[in-house]
């Protein structure tokens, strides 16, 4: 039996787990598990691998991202860069990390790209971030950081005006701000400003339509929430896994 499995804590709202489960069913995939291990500290990864001598991967959520990348044996091009993984593949006695949110990312927001979205936003400064970054800079797309309190790679919530605003028509959301249960929360950014030129993305998917989405939405935007992505990362981990 092959084992795989998602690792983070906690895990009681795990989209992973039915997802491939319902892959599995679908597909006629025998023989194949996939099981999630809430771990409350990283350090129970070797544990966690010595009683499971039967993995093939696992998938990585919050909170160990990055602190899981001392564990591993070596990184795809892209984790290196991007300094977070959230696959591990099992491989000929080597751990191997890659960042299947880029990936998943990518192939969902370059259909909605239009030649206007030529500045971004990311909101959060995260591991979430960094993966997007990462899409950013491989589109060609530049991107101003945003986050609580100014730095010097980051500008404040209070500092975005109007001349920032309409020229960054792309705005990414990688803070957990809205996320269920805190569904009446949003980033602070000024949503009188938004137009129909603007693309919203939030990397939440649970609710569907988030309050910065739907403040996006309300003023004209295109809105996309992270389901998609989620599926596409978890489609691009099956892939890496199985060659």
Sequence with gaps: MKVYGLIGYPLSHSFSKGFFAEKFAREGIKECIYESFPIPAIDELSTLMAQQ??????????????????????LSPAAAQIKAVNCIHFKDGRRIGYNTDAIGFKRSLEPLLTPHHNKALVLGTGGAAKAVQFVLESLHIPYQLVSRQASDSTISYEQLDAPTMASHTLIINTTPLGMYPNVDAAPAIPYDLLTERHLLYDLIYNPVVTTFLQKGADKGATIKNGHEMLILQAEASWEIWNG
Excluded: A, F, H, W
Aim: glycine letters at 4%; hydrophobic letters at 35%.
């Design 53 to 74: 001598p039967q993995l093939q991967g696992l998938n990585v959520t919050i909170p160990y991202k990055e602190v899981v990348i001392p564990y591993l044996d070596e």
